[in-house]
């Protein structure tokens, strides 16, 4: 089995700054990728940001400049570092990663999620 485990999630007024941990765990052989997703209420979980083993990274354009994703240790630990942010990025930031078990088994974990709010 595998785990993700978010944390870093909070309360903080329009452009201020939060950042957020994913750690891996358990039967991980390697990673693939890691990314951060969110769903606010009444909208489609969407991604926002995502870091591949080879350290190639993607944005959301709604975030680019302001937020940042990186990785740690063959990515069992990923970061988001969130600045300037603002009330739309209100929502449940979720943790993914694209994990291999097995030498022939590779699939999606997803974190429990860690809510973000943003006051105006």
């Known amino acids: 089995q595998v785990q993700l485990v978010e944390s870093g999630g909070g309360l903080v007024q329009a452009g201020g700054s939060l950042r957020l941990s994913c750690a891996a765990s358990g039967s991980v052989s390697s990673i693939n990728a890691m990314g951060w997703y969110r769903q606010a209420p009444g909208k489609q979980r969407e991604l926002v940001a995502r870091i591949t083993s080879d350290g190639s990274t993607i944005l959301a354009d709604s975030v680019q400049g302001r937020f940042t994703i990186s990785g740690h240790s063959a990515l069992n630990t990923v970061y988001l570092q969130m600045n300037s942010l603002k009330p739309e990025d209100t929502a449940v930031y979720y943790c993914?990663?694209?994990?291999?078990?097995?030498?022939?088994?590779?699939?999606?974990?997803w974190g429990q999620g860690t809510q973000v709010t943003v006051s105006s």
């Open positions: 993914n990663g694209v994990i291999r078990t097995t030498p022939w088994l590779s699939r999606d974990y």
